[in-house]
């Protein structure tokens, strides 16, 4: 895969950062051209896919039990604790899909992780706004609508994470 070219952004973006719009805003031709071309019925997507969740079950593992023991037994306070476990659940996820779901060989690990632990914090944000406009708004049951948070959070950390991190 050749390097994307960005795309220039219209001139009313001028008050945004040079920085920011370069690695943040532009739109990459090669991550959306991969995107649209997925093929979804292929074999080997639906096994990276299986992998990518068994990956996300360990990381929800550790994230509860972090969380728990940080909260129960280290008496911390319990959003202090969430992050922890966030954080811990993030870093093994991304060392695990790094080597076992996406066979990754880039020598930048940093820059990798950086994108992937960014990818989960936007994903995070999808999860909870899903799940307040579930609850709060459509006074739907906090846990299928936790469930169904989960299920497109993890459809959109598995695409970005196939297209843009371990590309």
């Not at 070219?5 to 008050?15: I, Y």
């Not at 966030?86 to 695990?96: D, K, P």
């Amino acid at each position: 895969m050749s390097n994307p070219r960005p795309v220039e952004l219209p001139r009313v973006f001028l008050f945004i950062p040079s920085f920011v719009q370069s690695h943040f805003l532009c739109v990459h031709f090669d991550f959306l051209l991969l995107l649209c071309t997925m093929n979804l019925f292929d074999k080997v997507f639906y096994f990276k896919f299986l992998k990518f969740a068994a990956v996300g079950l360990s990381g929800m593992i550790i994230d509860f039990g972090l969380t728990w023991f940080f909260k129960e037994i280290v008496k911390i306070p319990k959003y202090v604790a969430n992050a922890i476990g966030f954080v811990a659940a993030a870093t093994s996820n991304y060392f695990l899909n790094r080597f076992y779901t996406f066979e990754s060989n880039n020598p930048e690990i940093a820059f990798e992780y950086f994108k992937f632990f960014s990818v989960s914090l936007i994903g995070l944000g999808i999860n909870t706004l899903i799940l307040w406009l579930l609850v709060s708004k459509f006074k739907q049951g906090f846990y299928l609508s936790k469930l169904f948070a989960i299920m497109v959070v993890i459809i959109w950390n598995f695409l970005v994470n196939l297209a843009f991190t371990f590309a």
